[in-house]
């Protein structure tokens, strides 16, 4: 067949060996690789088509494309990430579809066996090969690495050269051709980029996008074996009709922003809140904030400082708001330092979902090490028989590498971390992460180690075309300065605490906010042991009131806890709460700790009662003790305990 004048490319039209050459195995013939090649290219189109508009536009951008044709040639281009399976190494693997490609005239030279990495083969063969069909050559070396790191990596020089197939004997490379033709042929792409180089955040996006349709397109429940149409334009139709099917499966909500009109701060508060009836009053930090963001003219960096209390959360919500109004964001990721302070804020999140889009079908995803046994995921999932509801938590999202592609997550940092470390296909974790609203909380909290980590993230958000909202109460003026270095933020106005800045394109914006007064704190010492810290603890709980006991170690707590419980008449005034109890267990103490020390809307606060807590109960979690007392800490970890302290007003 003369693949390359057909306007109508067929698979009877294909030589023997081209039609049997095989990506899948199974019965009876398995599943053509031109055939999967196509399939996945379907999958990869139809996920484009569900991202945001701007999303499409950032993509057209940096790949140097036509905006109306940018979805059809990234499709295109990922589809032939199983190009590598037309060598003798791979079609070997399986007996029967190596019979059949022997009986359509392809050899087996056992010196050609040794080359099987058909990820590998990929990105050595493309290089070469798609140099006839573009006028410019220069990004085909780029994403044909993008296309071998398939399986996880991105594959180096000298392994996609060794992929290289050698002393393969006749007809193999004239196969080859005459698949990329008729391939080329019934998806029509167009030429490629016209930029000169592309950025690297491109294309580690790119491969994101290949692995996630691969995975897809490669399961047989969606797409069953075997040719569909003898027209292979035919057969790209029902793949990508089997797409969109596949893709409603997994519960991949199309894109749509949550608030697309214009509202009055205090009026998207109260919808925050779940009071939209009350006379809840903005706080003078959300004010501003929403000052500076309707100055934002694209993705921004913003940076807020404020004492605990202030409503730093809602406001982090309120700026995914405007800005995915504004800018097309795909959605929001929370991330907090540890699994309580996001098992904590997932429910916040959830609540804030269900609040914007009443019946509007999204995904939310809890991004950590134990989900799986939280009650709340089951109840999302529907396998406790609980009624349907729209926002659900699909099992195809929450397996491993998967989390943070569903649009709407809360989970812990290093979930986030992960993206820029040589993990095994880190950059699904890049794709799932750009263009969205990205908050990190308690941005003081971490090492040197992981604030490395942070800015190095930075680094590849901002590209990416994310916006990113970072909160502290207690940032030191260093790590602020290398936070806006890393977002490439030229200037740094000198701005008395409590801030906000907010680094958007050529400039930094500032403003200083007066917050509200806090109840003052009176500090002493006592010594360190546990016998005088027991002791002190339960003459302040003889006055009445709940208290909190912070130590460092989970086995001083377990200690002080059990030399307590010993020392009351009731024991269940005494809790203990650390990060080492098993998932389910943990699980069930954070809900009681939060509904007795929690807002005063969710809490059965007890008369009197004493939490002997580790550095879980430090940050983020919306609890209010009304005395405490604490192990030897920083002071900027101290300023955060003291947080805990008088947090809500009570009658």
Known sequence: MDANTSANARFSQLSAPARTLWAKS??????????????????AESILDRESPRTQTWAAHVFGLPTQRVRRWLGAIAGLHDFGKAIPGFQFKWP?????????????QSAALNVHRHELASAALLRRQLQALSSNADWIAPVASALGAHHGYVPNPLEIRDGLPRNEGPGWDRVRSEILRA?????????????????????AWFAGLTSV?????????????????????????QARALADSALDAIGWPAYRPLFDGEAHTETLIRRILGRPESSVMARPLQIAADRLLDQADGPVLMIVEAPMGEGKTELALLAHLRLQA????????????????????????????????????????????????????????????SPAESIACSAWFSQRKRPLLSPYGVGTVDQALFATLNVK???????????????????HAYDTYTSGLIEALLRWLKPLGCSVILMSATLPAQRRAALLDAWGARDRPETPYPRLLMAREGETLAEHV???????????????DLETLATAALDAL?????????????????????????????????????????????????????????????????????????QVAEQSLDLDFDFMLSDLAPVDLLLQRAGRLHRHERA
């Not at 029967?96 to 087996?108: I, K």
């Not at 080329?184 to 980029?193: H, I, S």
């Open 542 to 614: 003889a006055g009445g009131g709940c208290g909190l006991v912070l130590v460092n170690t989970v086995q001083r707590a377990q200690d002080l806890y059990r030399a307590l419980r010993e020392r009351v008449e009731d024991p269940s005034e005494i809790l203990l709460f650390h990060a080492r109890f098993p998932a389910d267990e943990r699980a069930v103490r954070e809900r009681e700790v939060l509904s007795r020390f929690g807002p005063v809307a969710s809490a059965q606060r007890p008369a009197r009662c004493l939490l002997i807590a580790t």
């Open 425 to 443: 296909h880190h950059f699904v974790r890049l794709w799932g992460l750009a263009n969205r609203v990205v908050v990190l909380d308690e941005i």
């Open 326 to 385: 504004r800018h097309g964001h795909r959605g929001l990721y929370l991330a907090l330092p540890t699994q309580a302070t996001g098992n904590a804020m997932f429910d916040r999140a959830l609540a804030f979902l269900r609040q914007l889009a009443p019946g509007v079908q999204l995904d939310i995803q809890l991004v950590h090490g134990a989900t799986r046994l939280d009650e709340r995921i089951q109840r999302l999932r529907g396998v406790d028989a």
């Open 183 to 203: 391939y080329w042929t019934a998806l029509e792409p167009g030429d490629g980029p016209a930029l000169d180089d592309l950025p690297l955040p491109a294309i």
């Open 26 to 43: 199974g019965d009876p013939i398995g599943h053509g690789l031109l055939a999967h090649m196509l399939d996945v290219a379907a999958v």
């Open 213 to 237: 349709a691969d995975w897809i397109g490669s399961n047989t429940d969606w797409f069953p074996l075997g040719e569909r149409a003898d027209s292979l334009t035919e057969h790209y139709t």
């Open 514 to 528: 007066a917050c509200r007064r806090l109840e003052p704190i009176r500090v002493s010492e006592i010594a360190e």
């Open 96 to 108: 029967d579809g190596q019979r059949a490609d022997e009986q359509a005239g392809l050899s087996f």
